[in-house]
């Protein structure tokens, strides 16, 4: 079993920037994949960053060159660092994992999701 735990969401003005983590606990090998996703009201549930089993990082290209993944191995933490943020952010983000993912932006792919935290950003 491997539980997520996001934090670090808030509210934050357009051009400004926000660090999301997810903290993971069990037993996670390199045969797990990572990823952000969020969702807006109304709307579906999109992958925003991933980092594949073999390490590759890859981004949605709505937040290329704004978002940047990483990942602390160590403490088997999740980062996202969110910069020049828009209103169109706004969504709850989700901190996913899974074994052996194929499509690293669909959600069915992902088996453990963490609880969420929001993200608002204002013009």
């Known amino acids: 079993q491997v539980q997520l735990v996001e934090s670090g969401g808030g509210s934050v003005q357009a051009g400004g920037s926000l660090r999301l983590s997810c903290a993971a606990s069990g037993y996670i090998d390199s045969s797990y994949s990572m990823a952000w996703f969020r969702q807006a009201p109304g709307k579906e549930r999109e992958g925003v960053a991933a980092i594949a089993s073999d390490g590759s990082a890859h981004y949605a290209d709505s937040v290329k060159g704004r978002f940047t993944i990483s990942q602390e191995n160590a403490k088997n933490t999740l980062y996202l660092q969110m910069n020049s943020l828009k209103p169109e952010d706004t969504a709850m983000y989700y901190c996913?994992?899974?074994?052996?993912?194929?499509?690293?932006?669909?959600?069915?792919?992902?088996?453990?999701w963490g609880q969420g935290t929001q993200v608002t950003v204002s013009s």
């Open positions: 996913a994992s899974a074994r052996w993912v194929g499509l690293l932006f669909a959600p069915y792919e992902y088996n453990y």
